[in-house]
């Protein structure tokens, strides 16, 4: 931004020739457009101008001026009046002082700009690659994280099953001691049966 400022600066610094720039009014009603212009037809000087009226596409001269300074500006703005006294809403365009620049200020001024856009992309980079590198981080970190609770949830899979396995050994001990037990009381039975 500091390099186009200052080519900038010297580009105005350097040139001598300055023009009015035409003035331009938009007026809106609803969806209609008017424009009034103040254009300036013999550049850089304010005089001869002229009014100009565009309705619906189609372009009117309303007023010119070649030896009275502020006629044109005048007209427009009284017309300008009459059409927000009617409904109308008006914005003004410009009223600014362009500058014509030398071939040789123009490739300055495009240099310039050229070294600040390529300035501002290359930051963009940057600031792309950075977030590039905070996200993979965070996809590491978050890919860490259901690692351990893989790793957490195997384990306790792990723990259960070696829980079932010890009640089913002990069931079966448990089932084996039953047994023991029917064969002593049918034993039992017989020998008092036998006797």
Known sequence: ????????????????????????????FDNA??????????????????VNY????????????????????????????????WGWDCTKLSETASVNLSEGAT????????????????ASQGNLDAQVEEAKAAVDAEAQVLNELS?????????????VEVQAEEVQVDGQAVEAQVEEVVESTADSAAQ
């Open 1 to 28: 931004m500091k390099k186009l400022m200052i080519a900038m600066a010297s580009v105005l610094a350097a040139s001598h020739a300055y023009a009015a720039e035409n003035i331009k009014y938009v007026c809106q």
């Open 33 to 50: 457009e008017r424009i009034i212009e103040v254009r300036y037809t013999n550049s850089p000087d304010a005089l001869p101008c002229e």
């Open 54 to 85: 565009s309705k619906n596409g189609q372009d009117e001269v309303l007023w010119r001026a070649s030896n009275t300074p502020g006629y044109c500006e005048s007209k427009a703005a009284d017309l300008v009046e009459k059409q927000k006294a």
């Open 107 to 122: 490739e300055a001024v495009e240099a310039a700009v050229d070294a600040e856009l390529a300035d501002q992309q290359q």
């Open 151 to 163: 790793e957490q949830g195997k384990a306790e899979l792990d723990a259960q099953s070696q829980a």
